[in-house]
């Protein structure tokens, strides 16, 4: 059984609704409530005045209904009296101001207050409430994203991060390139955060790096400090944070190291796009959860209503979105998937971000729906079932950031490399496993890897090893082109790559969002971005440019190599150009593929304990139709069937 659950705010509501909340709760087949996350200032009112009678009376009555709570560390809003009078709690902008207080998130995770008060605040929640059973799970913050804090403490702490990986200022120098643009260090006090109002693109891309790496070792310290503190006290906890894909995104994998499970925060789009090739399926990022650790994950805030607040409203879900959403969770590898939020707020910025009752306090569609999707997940039999795959995408927080200092060319964006190729495989009918490029690669039979733009030696050596012990690797566009450092490599790209590949590439074409073209098996695609002229070494043509003063060079190759092959994808094209490329790289690899689903019907299989489940998703508004398994199958919009086998 997966579990449904909501996020509750019993702070928010008069103590007078919670019993009857918690009772309909468990009527609706409600089965793990989340709570805390952002109510310090109701824990500890005062410095070291606590109040934790609601939260006894709140986990109380959840445990009295059978329902499980996940308790929350509230370190994401430290209350106003801590940051007036310790702010060095507070993070420090670009501008070298501390951040205007007032609305949440505002916390320096290296603050040494706020390790104090964040300390105590946690051994008293812990102590309280570790031993009751009803409290099943941790959550620590709330969204943690690798702010860019640019306090004196951070800024220390950059230059202790900075020593410790190279020694000296000479290193760093010749590392960075800091002699262009006279840069060079001579005194550690020179190091700084990236202070002033510059647009970041213009500082020097090694030290910008850097930055972001040590902002993430920031995130990735503060978990580790809450969850070793958690275990102190509950030495069999089981902590997590709900993460997303934010702006400055912390390394999913190295924060979660010392979690038990991830899990994300899921609001898939209420409107779809106009546009038929936009790829706007949350499979792709259901999937990137599930390789963070490659195991079964959560969702801590799923989709309950119209998203607004800072933004005008959007659509509200359509009938079977809440349900069907949450069932596509679940059939890849969600073992809870917990709402966001039990009720939409009266007070508050987030009035408008919709739960599943609305102000009117008066339960209609969207809640209906909900209780029908806690009886559908209670009779799936998904214990002890997991989704696994012989195709891995690899992903790189470092290529990611890279990227986003140095953006390519007009819509060109890594995550719509990976999706790209994900959309291409999953309208086969094929699971897809996201993992870290340092992730193991043994078990799969194919790698695809997008934009390996930051050059790691041991990752290419285990590619290498990968092709030449039988596996097929997909490389494309921007690959090979920086170092560790961020520095440009000499060579012609794919430079540490051109072997595998036995092409290079020529020259390069920024298009940007012109459209040029390519022919691939008699047919013609329209590709944009980015075109790579290719120089075949060995390698077999694929696709050729149809236009353009390259027009007859190769875009697309295939190179044998040892007992495997390495494809080469110099541009981007729409979904039917990766459809029909992935068909004939998942079928050249002997893997089972399905050609002819509708566009938007996703399949996913969760194998264990002698069965096998088949999840069939309908993710499109209208009605669809096709034969599978030797029947016939008619889905309604956002309509989720299972099969299961055994
Ligand atoms: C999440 C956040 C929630 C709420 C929600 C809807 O990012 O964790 O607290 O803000 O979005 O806006």
Redesign the pocket.
């Known amino acids: 059984m997966a579990k449904i659950g909501v996020?509750y705010y019993p702070e928010h509501w008069d103590e007078s609704l919670w019993e009857q909340d918690a009772e309909l709760m468990a009527q609706t087949g409600v089965k793990v409530v989340r709570m805390a996350?952002?109510a310090w200032s109701r824990l500890e009112p005062k410095e070291g005045v606590f109040d934790f009678g609601w939260l006894d009376r709140a986990v109380e009555l959840f445990a009295s209904k059978g329902i499980e709570i996940i308790l929350c560390t509230p370190t994401n809003c430290p209350p106003l009296w801590l940051y007036e009078k310790y702010p060095d709690a507070l993070q420090t902008e670009r501008s070298g101001q501390p951040i205007a207080t007032g609305i949440r998130g505002h916390r320096c995770y290296n603050s040494p207050s706020l390790r104090k008060f964040s300390e105590r605040i946690i051994r008293r929640l812990t102590e309280r409430y570790g031993s009751n059973p009803a409290v099943t799970a941790w959550q620590i913050d709330?969204?943690l994203d690798a702010v860019h804090c640019c306090c004196p403490e951070c800024t220390e702490r950059f230059r202790k991060y900075l020593k410790e990986k190279y020694g000296s200022l000479e290193s760093i120098n010749k590392a960075f390139g800091s002699n262009v643009w006279s840069g060079e260090y001579s005194a550690w006090t020179q190091i700084k955060p990236p202070l002033g109002s510059y647009p970041l693109g213009w500082y020097n891309p090694s030290y910008m790096l850097e930055w972001h790496r040590f902002c993430q070792k920031s995130v990735n310290d503060f978990v580790r400090f809450q969850a070793e503190l958690i275990r102190e006290t509950i030495p069999e906890a089981v902590i997590t944070t709900?993460t997303?894909l934010c702006e400055n995104a912390p390394d999913f994998y190295k924060m979660s190291e010392p979690l038990d499970v991830v899990s994300y925060?899921n609001?898939p789009p209420t409107r779809l796009p106009d546009d038929p090739d936009a790829l706007y399926s949350h499979a792709f990022h259901l999937d990137l959860m599930r390789g963070i650790k490659r195991k079964n994950f959560w969702i801590m805030?799923q989709l309950s209503g119209a998203?607004g607040?800072w933004m005008p409203m959007t659509a509200a879900p359509k009938p079977e979105m809440i349900k069907g959403y949450a069932l596509q969770a679940i059939a890849r590898g969600a073992d809870s998937v917990v709402h966001?939020?039990w009720r939409s707020a009266v007070s508050g910025a987030?009035m408008f971000?919709h739960g599943l009752i609305d102000q009117s306090n008066v339960p209609s569609r969207r809640f209906y729906e909900f209780a029908q999707l806690c009886r559908e997940a209670e009779a799936l039999d998904t214990d002890g079932t997991e989704v696994s795959s012989d195709i891995a995408l690899l992903y790189s927080p470092d290529t990611e950031t890279a990227l986003k200092i140095q953006p390519q060319t007009d819509g060109f964006h890594y995550y719509n490399q990976l999706k790209s190729f994900h959309d291409g495989i999953i309208s086969l009918g094929a699971n897809c496993d996201i993992i870290s490029q340092s992730a193991d690669f043994s078990g799969y039979s194919v790698i695809i890897a997008p934009t390996m733009f930051i050059t790691d030696e041991s990752v290419v050596k285990r590619l290498y090893s990968f092709a030449e012990n039988g596996g097929t690797v997909v490389l494309t566009n921007r690959s090979g082109v920086k170092d560790q450092y961020n520095n440009c490599i000499m060579a012609p790209l794919p430079a540490a790559y051109s072997e595998l590949t036995g092409c290079t590439v020529q020259e390069f074409d920024p298009i940007g969002w012109d459209a040029a073209h390519v022919e691939m098996n008699g047919r013609e695609y329209e590709v944009s971005c980015w075109c790579d002229v290719l120089k075949p070494d060995g390698a077999a043509v694929i696709a050729s440019y149809t236009d353009r003063f390259y027009k007859g060079s190769p875009a697309v190759t295939v190179n044998s190599f040892g007992r495997g092959k390495c494809y080469y994808v110099g541009t981007i094209g729409k979904r039917d150009f990766y459809k029909e490329l992935c068909a004939r790289i998942l079928s050249d690899a002997g893997l089972d593929i399905i050609t002819d689903l509708p566009r938007n019907v996703e399949l996913s299989a969760r194998k264990g304990g002698g069965k096998e489940i088949i999840f069939i998703f309908n993710n499109n508004d209208k009605e669809v139709e096709f034969s599978y398994l030797n029947k016939k199958f008619r889905l309604k919009p956002f309509e989720m069937k299972t099969v299961t086998q055994s």
Do not use: I, K, M, T
Request: aromatic share 32%; net charge negative; with cysteine.
């Open positions: 996020d996350e952002f709330n969204e709900n997303w925060d609001y805030e998203p607040c966001f939020r987030e971000w």
